[in-house]
C-alpha cells in the first residue's frame, strides 16, 4: 500500500545513510547499501539491488550511519517494493527468532515466507483486485435458488453475506471464477469500487449446544485475549475440538482481531474452510498451501497483508502469513510431523507459532488427540495449560473397541489374515463402511529373484524400489527414479521373481477378489494424485457411494465418516523396531487416530491389528485408548535415554556426489565441533560421532550426519553459534550441509 508517509519521505541527510539488506542466501550477514529514499520505516519492505553480476530481492532489516565498507563503495538499491505491504514488525521479529532458533539466515527465513512471484527480481505488476457487492436481484433470488446452482449459491450467499473481493471469495470457494462470471452474467452481483470494510456482525450459526467440557475449554481461552496463554487441548476424537475453535475463533473476530488455523494437510483446510463459510458467515477467510498457483499464492497473499482477511487457514508455511492483528492462533493435530518443515529451511511451525502468539499476546491453542510428548512435557513443566475433553461429543457414539490378530497364529495372504476377511465379509452384510490402513504405497515394497536372491535396488539411492503393478513400474520413493519391471533377473536371469511384502495395491486387489460386489477406493499418493481427488474419495465415502477404503495415513486424518465401523491395521510393527527413537510415537497417534474414524455415530466401531507382538505394553495402551498411559511410558523411557524432551538435539546433516570429500568433511565438522566445545564455559554438550543416516545415498548424494544434545537449550544454542562459525569457514565446495535443531527424522 502506498501510503502519504512512504510516497513523500523527505530525502534522509546524515543518520541513517546505510541501509542493511538480507538476502536468501544461507549464512550470510546482510549486505550494506546506500539508503536513497527509504529510511527506518522501511524495516521489512522488499527490494532488489545488485549483488556482483546479479540483481537479487532481499528484505530490509536495518540502518546505519556509517559502513565499515566506506560510503563511497555503496551501490543503490535498484529497486524499492512499494506495491505491497512491507512485512510488519511483529513478522520481522517472528523470522528473527526463527533465525537465531534455527540458525538460518534472517533473509533466507523471510524471503521465504513470500510468494515465489514477489521475492523475484523481476518487476511485479499486481492484478487489481476486483470487488463486487450484491445486485439488486440478489436477496431475492437466494430465498429460491435452482436447485442446480450449488456453488453459484453458496458464492451469492458469501457475497450478500459481506464477502466483496474476489481473492477471498476464490478462496473459499474452489470454483469460485466460473461461479463469478455467472452471477456478473446475470447481474446478481456488480462490480464496485473497493468500499471501506462493511461492518460485519460475526456469529456463530447453528451451534450445537456445548457440552460441559467444551464449554469451559471455549471459557478459559476466551478469558484471556489479550495475554499470550498456550493451551493444549487433549481431546479424543471425535470429542468436538472442532467446535472449541470454532468458538474462539468467533470470539477473536468480534474483538476485531484475526485468527490463524494451521493444519496439517492441504486436503483437510477445503473441508474446514466449507464449514467455517456456513457457520461464521461475514467472516472474510484466505487459505494458504503449497498446492496454490503463483497467482494463487501472491493474490492470497496481499489479500492477507492488505488485511483483507478475519481467518487464514493453512498448512505449516501459514504461520508467517503477514497477519498485522492476530488475536488466536489454533494448530490442530498438534502432534502432526508434517508441522515440520523437512527441506530446506528447517523449522517446525508449530513451534513458531507459539513463539508468534508469545510475541503478539495472543492466547494459542494446540489440539490433538494424540498430543507430542513434547507438549505433554510442557503442560507437565506448567508452561501449557491443559484442557482436556474425555468424552465423544455425540452422545451416541462411543469409542471402538480394540482387537489384535495375532500374525504368530494366523497367517495372512496379500496383507489380510482370515479373521479379518471374515470381518470385512461380515461389515459389507452389515452395509456399512469399512477402513484398511497399511502404511506403504504400490504394489510390493520389493522384488526377489527366488533363484539367487537378487532385489531390485535403485541405482541411485541405498534403498530397494518399489513394485507399481497398476503402472507396470519399479519406483523410488526416495528420489522418484523409476524404471520398467524386468521380465527377467537382471543378476542370473531367472524368470522367476516374486513380488514380497505388500502395499495398498496390493491389499486393494486381493479386496476386489475378495469381495467382488464390493465399492472400493484406493487412498494413497498415487491414487490421489490430482487436484480434488481426495476430495472427491471422501465426499463419496461421507455419502456412502464406498464400502471400502484402503489407503495410506492420508485416511487417518480429521475425516468424520458416520457408517464406518470396521477399521483394519495391516501391518504396523516395523515401527515398533525403527531406528528413529519417534517411531513408536508415531505409530502410536496414527493407529489412534485411524482407529478414531471407526464408530463416529450411533453404531459402534471396532479396530482389528494385525500384529506378531500384540503384548507390547504400547498395544496394550492403545486398546485401553490410554494414549497418556501410553506417553507415561513413553516420556519415562526418554528421560532415561536422555532425548527430547528431556534433552535438546541438532543435527548436521552433509551430503556431496564424493563420498570422499563428504567424509573428510565431516571430521573436519567433528574437530570443529569438538573444538567450539572447549572454548565455552564447562557446557554439557554431547558430540556424536559422525554416521551415514538410515538412507545412506539419495538421489546420487552420500549423506552424512553429525548429532549434537544437551540437557540445556541455552547451553546448546551458545554451543551452535561457535561451531557453526567454524563450520562456515571449512572448505566444503562440494558438500551441502544445513544444520536441523529439533529434528524429527534422526
Ligand atoms: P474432533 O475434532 O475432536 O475429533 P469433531 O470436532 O469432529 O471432533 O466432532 C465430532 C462430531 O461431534 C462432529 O460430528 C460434531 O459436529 C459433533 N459435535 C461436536 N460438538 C457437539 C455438541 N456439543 N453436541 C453435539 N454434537 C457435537
Ligand atoms: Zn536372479
Ligand atoms: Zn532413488
Same mark, same amino acid.
Given at each position: 500500500?502506498?501510503?502519504?508517509?512512504?510516497?513523500?519521505?523527505?530525502?534522509?541527510?546524515?543518520?541513517?545513510?546505510?541501509?542493511?539488506?538480507?538476502?536468501?542466501?544461507?549464512?550470510?550477514?546482510?549486505?550494506?547499501?546506500?539508503?536513497?529514499?527509504?529510511?527506518?520505516? &522501511?524495516?521489512?519492505?522488499?527490494?532488489?539491488?545488485? =549483488?556482483?553480476?546479479?540483481?537479487?530481492?532481499?528484505?530490509?532489516?536495518?540502518?546505519?550511519?556509517?559502513?565499515?565498507?566506506?560510503?563511497?563503495?555503496?551501490?543503490?538499491?535498484?529497486?524499492?517494493?512499494?506495491?505491497?505491504?512491507?512485512?510488519?514488525?511483529?513478522?520481522?521479529?517472528?523470522?528473527?527468532?526463527?533465525? &537465531?532458533?534455527?540458525?538460518?539466515?534472517?533473509?533466507?527465513?523471510? =524471503?521465504?515466507?513470500?510468494?515465489?512471484?514477489?521475492? %523475484?527480481?523481476?518487476?511485479?505488476?499486481?492484478?487489481?483486485?476486483?470487488?463486487?457487492?450484491?445486485?439488486?436481484?440478489?436477496?431475492?433470488? =437466494?430465498?429460491?435458488?435452482?436447485?442446480?446452482?450449488?456453488?453459484?449459491?453458496?458464492?451469492?450467499?458469501?457475497?450478500?453475506?459481506?464477502?466483496?473481493?474476489?481473492?477471498?471469495?476464490?478462496?473459499?470457494?474452489?470454483?469460485?471464477?466460473?461461479?463469478?462470471?455467472?452471477?456478473?452474467?446475470?447481474?446478481?452481483?456488480?462490480?464496485?469500487?473497493?468500499?471501506?470494510?462493511?461492518?460485519?456482525?460475526?456469529?456463530?450459526?447453528?451451534?450445537?449446544?456445548?457440552?460441559?467440557?467444551?464449554?469451559?475449554?471455549?471459557?478459559?481461552?476466551?478469558?484471556?485475549?489479550?495475554?499470550?496463554?498456550?493451551?493444549?487441548?487433549?481431546?479424543?476424537?471425535?470429542?468436538?475440538?472442532?467446535?472449541?475453535?470454532?468458538?474462539?475463533?468467533?470470539?477473536?473476530?468480534?474483538?476485531?482481531?484475526?485468527?490463524?488455523?494451521?493444519?496439517?494437510?492441504?486436503?483437510?483446510?477445503?473441508?474446514?474452510?466449507?464449514?467455517?463459510? #456456513?457457520?461464521?458467515?461475514?467472516?472474510?477467510?484466505?487459505?494458504?498451501? %503449497?498446492? /496454490?498457483?503463483?497467482?494463487?499464492?501472491?493474490?492470497?497473499? /496481499?489479500?492477507?497483508?492488505?488485511?483483507?482477511? &478475519?481467518?487464514?487457514?493453512?498448512?505449516?508455511?501459514?504461520?508467517?502469513?503477514?497477519?498485522?492483528?492476530?488475536?488466536?492462533?489454533?494448530?490442530?493435530?498438534?502432534?502432526?510431523? %508434517?508441522?515440520?518443515?523437512?527441506?530446506?529451511?528447517?523449522?517446525?511451525?508449530?513451534?513458531?507459532?507459539?513463539?508468534?502468539?508469545?510475541?503478539?499476546?495472543?492466547?494459542?491453542?494446540?489440539?490433538?488427540?494424540?498430543? %507430542?510428548?513434547?507438549?505433554?512435557?510442557? #503442560?507437565?513443566?506448567?508452561?501449557?495449560?491443559?484442557?482436556?475433553?474425555?468424552?465423544?461429543?455425540?452422545?451416541?457414539?462411543?469409542?471402538?473397541?480394540?482387537?489384535?490378530?495375532? /500374525?504368530?497364529?494366523?497367517?495372512?495372504?496379500?496383507?489380510?489374515?482370515?479373521?479379518?476377511?471374515?470381518?470385512?465379509?461380515?461389515?459389507?452384510?452389515?452395509?456399512?463402511?469399512?477402513?484398511?490402513?497399511?502404511?506403504?504405497?504400490?504394489?510390493?515394497?520389493?522384488?526377489?529373484?527366488?533363484?539367487?536372491?537378487?532385489?531390485?535396488?535403485?541405482?541411485?539411492?541405498?534403498?530397494?524400489?518399489?513394485?507399481?503393478?497398476?503402472?507396470?513400474?519399479?519406483?523410488?520413493?526416495?528420489?522418484?527414479?523409476?524404471?520398467?519391471?524386468?521380465?527377467?533377473?537382471?543378476?542370473?536371469?531367472?524368470?522367476?521373481?516374486?513380488?514380497?511384502?505388500?502395499?495398498?495395491?496390493?491389499?486393494?486387489?486381493?479386496?476386489?477378489?475378495?469381495?467382488?460386489?464390493?465399492?472400493?477406493?484406493?487412498?494413497?499418493?498415487?491414487?490421489?494424485?490430482?487436484?480434488?481427488?481426495?476430495?472427491?474419495? /471422501?465426499?463419496?465415502?461421507?455419502?456412502?457411494?464406498?464400502?471400502?477404503?484402503?489407503?495410506?495415513?492420508?485416511?487417518?486424518?480429521?475425516?468424520?465418516?458416520?457408517?464406518?465401523?470396521?477399521?483394519?491395521?495391516?501391518?504396523?510393527?516395523?515401527?515398533?523396531?525403527?531406528?528413529?527413537?519417534?517411531?513408536?510415537?508415531?505409530?502410536?497417534?496414527?493407529?489412534?487416530?485411524?482407529?478414531?474414524?471407526?464408530?463416529?455415530?450411533?453404531?459402534?466401531?471396532?479396530?482389528?491389528?494385525?500384529?506378531?507382538?500384540?503384548?507390547?505394553?504400547?498395544?496394550?495402551?492403545?486398546?485401553?485408548?490410554?494414549?497418556?498411559?501410553?506417553?507415561?511410558?513413553?516420556?519415562?523411557?526418554?528421560?532415561?535415554?536422555?532425548?527430547?524432551?528431556?534433552?535438546?538435539?541438532?543435527?548436521?546433516?552433509?551430503?556431496?556426489?564424493?563420498?570422499?570429500?563428504?567424509?573428510?568433511?565431516?571430521?573436519?565438522?567433528?574437530?570443529?565441533?569438538?573444538?567450539?566445545?572447549?572454548?565455552?564455559?564447562?557446557?554439557?554438550? &554431547?558430540?556424536?560421532?559422525?554416521?551415514?543416516?538410515?538412507?545412506?545415498?539419495?538421489?546420487?548424494?552420500?549423506?552424512?550426519?553429525?548429532?549434537?544434545?544437551?540437557?540445556?537449550? #541455552?547451553?546448546?544454542?551458545?554451543?551452535?553459534?561457535?561451531?557453526?562459525?567454524?563450520?562456515?569457514?571449512?572448505?566444503?565446495?562440494?558438500?551441502?550441509?544445513?544444520?536441523?535443531?529439533?529434528?524429527?527424522?534422526?
Amino acid at each position: 500500500v502506498v501510503t502519504p508517509e512512504t510516497a513523500s519521505r523527505p530525502s534522509i541527510c546524515a543518520a541513517n545513510r546505510v541501509v542493511k539488506v538480507a538476502f536468501d542466501l544461507p549464512r550470510l550477514p546482510p549486505f550494506d547499501y546506500l539508503a536513497g529514499d527509504t529510511g527506518p520505516d &522501511d524495516v521489512g519492505r522488499i527490494v532488489v539491488a545488485p =549483488l556482483g553480476r546479479h540483481q537479487l530481492a532481499g528484505v530490509i532489516v536495518g540502518y546505519a550511519d556509517t559502513s565499515e565498507w566506506g560510503l563511497d563503495k555503496l551501490k543503490p538499491l535498484t529497486r524499492v517494493q512499494r506495491e505491497w505491504p512491507a512485512f510488519a514488525p511483529a513478522e520481522m521479529a517472528a523470522f528473527r527468532f526463527c533465525a &537465531d532458533y534455527y540458525h538460518h539466515a534472517i533473509g533466507a527465513v523471510a =524471503l521465504n515466507a513470500l510468494p515465489p512471484k514477489l521475492r %523475484s527480481a523481476k518487476a511485479f505488476v499486481r492484478a487489481r483486485v476486483r470487488h463486487v457487492a450484491p445486485g439488486a436481484t440478489a436477496r431475492a433470488w =437466494l430465498t429460491a435458488p435452482p436447485p442446480r446452482a450449488r456453488a453459484l449459491t453458496a458464492v451469492l450467499q458469501s457475497v450478500v453475506d459481506g464477502i466483496r473481493d474476489d481473492t477471498t471469495l476464490k478462496s473459499m470457494h474452489p470454483r469460485a471464477v466460473a461461479s463469478i462470471n455467472a452471477l456478473l452474467d446475470r447481474g446478481l452481483i456488480v462490480v464496485t469500487e473497493a468500499a471501506p470494510p462493511m461492518t460485519r456482525t460475526i456469529a456463530l450459526h447453528a451451534s450445537p449446544a456445548l457440552n460441559a467440557a467444551q464449554q469451559s475449554a471455549v471459557d478459559a481461552i476466551n478469558a484471556t485475549a489479550g495475554r499470550f496463554v498456550p493451551f493444549l487441548i487433549d481431546g479424543i476424537t471425535g470429542s468436538g475440538k472442532t467446535e472449541v475453535y470454532l468458538h474462539a475463533i468467533a470470539h477473536a473476530i468480534r474483538h476485531g482481531g484475526q485468527a490463524l488455523v494451521l493444519m496439517p494437510e492441504i486436503n483437510l483446510t477445503p473441508q474446514f474452510l466449507r464449514h467455517l463459510a #456456513v457457520r461464521l458467515p461475514g467472516a472474510r477467510m484466505v487459505s494458504l498451501h %503449497s498446492a /496454490l498457483s503463483a497467482g494463487e499464492r501472491v493474490e492470497r497473499h /496481499l489479500a492477507v497483508a492488505e488485511g483483507r482477511a &478475519d481467518i487464514v487457514i493453512g498448512t505449516r508455511l501459514a504461520v508467517f502469513a503477514p497477519l498485522p492483528d492476530i488475536k488466536l492462533i489454533v494448530v490442530d493435530e498438534e502432534h502432526d510431523s %508434517s508441522f515440520k518443515q523437512q527441506e530446506g529451511l528447517r523449522y517446525s511451525a508449530r513451534d513458531v507459532a507459539v513463539f508468534r502468539a508469545r510475541h503478539a499476546a495472543c492466547p494459542i491453542v494446540l489440539g490433538s488427540a494424540t498430543p %507430542s510428548l513434547e507438549s505433554i512435557a510442557n #503442560v507437565e513443566r506448567a508452561r501449557f495449560t491443559e484442557l482436556r475433553l474425555t468424552q465423544r461429543a455425540n452422545n451416541a457414539a462411543r469409542l471402538p473397541t480394540v482387537e489384535f490378530i495375532d /500374525l504368530n497364529l494366523e497367517r495372512a495372504s496379500d496383507g489380510l489374515s482370515q479373521p479379518l476377511r471374515s470381518q470385512i465379509g461380515a461389515t459389507l452384510e452389515r452395509r456399512e463402511q469399512a477402513l484398511l490402513f497399511i502404511n506403504r504405497r504400490g504394489f510390493a515394497p520389493t522384488l526377489l529373484c527366488t533363484q539367487c536372491g537378487h532385489m531390485n535396488a535403485c541405482t541411485r539411492c541405498s534403498a530397494r524400489l518399489t513394485f507399481h503393478r497398476r503402472d507396470k513400474r519399479l519406483k523410488c520413493h526416495h528420489c522418484g527414479h523409476e524404471e520398467s519391471v524386468p521380465q527377467t533377473c537382471p543378476e542370473c536371469g531367472s524368470i522367476v521373481i516374486v513380488a514380497v511384502g505388500e502395499g495398498t495395491e496390493r491389499v486393494e486387489a486381493a479386496l476386489e477378489r475378495a469381495f467382488p460386489q464390493a465399492r472400493i477406493a484406493r487412498v494413497d499418493r498415487d491414487a490421489v494424485r490430482n487436484k480434488g481427488a481426495m476430495e472427491r474419495v /471422501l465426499g463419496a465415502a461421507a455419502k456412502g457411494e464406498i464400502d471400502i477404503l484402503v489407503g495410506t495415513q492420508m485416511l487417518a486424518k480429521g475425516h468424520d465418516f458416520p457408517n464406518l465401523t470396521l477399521v483394519g491395521v495391516i501391518n504396523a510393527d516395523g515401527a515398533m523396531f525403527s531406528a528413529n527413537f519417534r517411531a513408536t510415537e508415531r505409530l502410536v497417534a496414527t493407529l489412534i487416530q485411524v482407529g478414531g474414524r471407526a464408530g463416529r455415530a450411533e453404531r459402534a466401531g471396532r479396530v482389528l491389528i494385525q500384529t506378531a507382538f500384540a503384548d507390547h505394553p504400547f498395544y496394550r495402551a492403545i486398546a485401553r485408548h490410554d494414549y497418556r498411559g501410553f506417553a507415561e511410558l513413553a516420556l519415562s523411557e526418554r528421560r532415561e535415554s536422555h532425548l527430547p524432551p528431556f534433552a535438546h538435539l541438532a543435527l548436521l546433516r552433509a551430503e556431496c556426489d564424493s563420498s570422499d570429500a563428504l567424509h573428510r568433511f565431516m571430521q573436519a565438522v567433528s574437530h570443529a565441533a569438538h573444538d567450539a566445545r572447549h572454548t565455552l564455559p564447562d557446557q554439557a554438550i &554431547d558430540i556424536w560421532d559422525a554416521v551415514a543416516p538410515t538412507l545412506a545415498r539419495k538421489a546420487g548424494f552420500e549423506r552424512a550426519q553429525l548429532m549434537v544434545q544437551s540437557p540445556s537449550r #541455552v547451553a546448546l544454542h551458545a554451543f551452535l553459534e561457535a561451531w557453526l562459525a567454524k563450520v562456515d569457514q571449512l572448505p566444503a565446495r562440494k558438500v551441502k550441509w544445513i544444520v536441523d535443531v529439533d529434528p524429527v527424522d534422526v
